[in-house]
């Protein structure tokens, strides 16, 4: 029997739930891969599909199977893929997702360096704030702040952003300044919904962490619209010090209750989990990792 074929097999009937469709994948008919399907089954003494003319179904015993499968093919595509780039020059393209703000001020003058080192390597960058699906979009780096939930990934931290309240020194005098965070419940704040509780601004007090309810007449899901608007001096904006650090450095915002802001988080560059890194997404980590310890 051929294993890994049969074994391929039952992967693509898995995730299509199709036999058909798994054939169309592997450019075989339906019989030969639910042939192909039936030996493995006999060849691990278990059956890891339930057949009925309107479905195919995983039983408990496929689902088990279906997740060593998937990785052990994972793996073999991968070290194949290595041994065969290792003999190339470093060429093709890297699929690279960013938060739009932080890409456009930190990242593309970063990748445009590398570009010029790598120039047989082919840039693609997308920027935006939502959360990509690495894997459903095909991206082979991702660069995300704060805190990562996806334990599926490999990540390696490349900096800190501290996030930092300000607003309009104009603003601020026209009008008694908060005396205490808790005060901001009842001011004018600019909520930036990419936030991850935009509404819910925390401080450290003390070493206790204290959570204030905000509110405002401007909702916008980009620190770089949040700046604006509190430049402009529309009300109090809790910003990335790396967005507005021009901004404080110039006097133009001021920033406040500084010995009460939360630790920083963290920037990192994630990846799928894999064994066997492309050469030029391995090189792109090390021109990252260097460039942001600058």
């Known amino acids: 029997m051929n294993l890994l074929g049969a074994m391929a097999a039952f992967r693509h009937v898995a995730e299509t739930a199709s036999f058909s469709l798994a054939g169309q994948r592997l450019g075989r008919s339906k019989t030969a891969v639910s042939k192909l399907v039936s030996e493995l089954e006999r060849h691990l003494g278990v059956r890891l599909l339930q057949r009925t003319t309107r479905r195919v179904t995983l039983t408990e015993a496929g689902r088990n199977y279906l997740q060593r499968c998937v990785q052990i093919l994972t793996d073999i595509d991968e070290l194949h893929g290595e041994m065969r780039e290792a003999q190339l020059a470093v060429r093709g393209s890297l699929r690279i997702s960013a938060p739009q703000t932080f890409g456009e001020l930190h990242l593309m003058p970063v990748l445009a360096e590398f570009s010029r080192r790598e120039p047989a390597v082919n840039v693609e960058l997308s920027l935006t704030d939502r959360f990509v699906d690495m894997i459903e979009e095909r991206f082979d780096l991702a660069i995300r702040i704060g805190e990562l939930t996806d334990s599926s990934l ?120 894999r064994r066997y890194l492309t050469r030029r997404l391995a090189l792109l980590l090390e021109f990252l990792g260097e460039a942001f310890s600058r």
Request: charged share 15%; with cysteine; hydrophobic share 50%.
């Open 154 to 273: 490999v990540a390696r931290r490349l900096a800190d952003v501290q996030i930092v309240l300000c607003a309009n020194p104009a603003y601020l005098a026209a009008r008694a300044p908060p005396a205490a965070p808790a005060e901001l419940a009842g001011l004018p704040c600019i909520i930036d919904s990419n936030m991850r509780s935009p509404r819910q601004w925390v401080f450290a007090l003390r070493g206790a962490r204290v959570v204030v309810p905000v509110h405002g007449n401007f909702t916008v899901n980009s620190p770089g619209a949040a700046r604006q608007l509190a430049l402009a001096g529309h009300g109090f904006a809790m910003l990335p010090d790396f967005v507005v650090k021009p901004d404080l450095e110039a006097g133009t915002l001021v920033q406040l209750f500084a010995d009460a802001m939360p630790p920083p988080r963290g920037i990192h560059a994630v990846y799928p989990h």
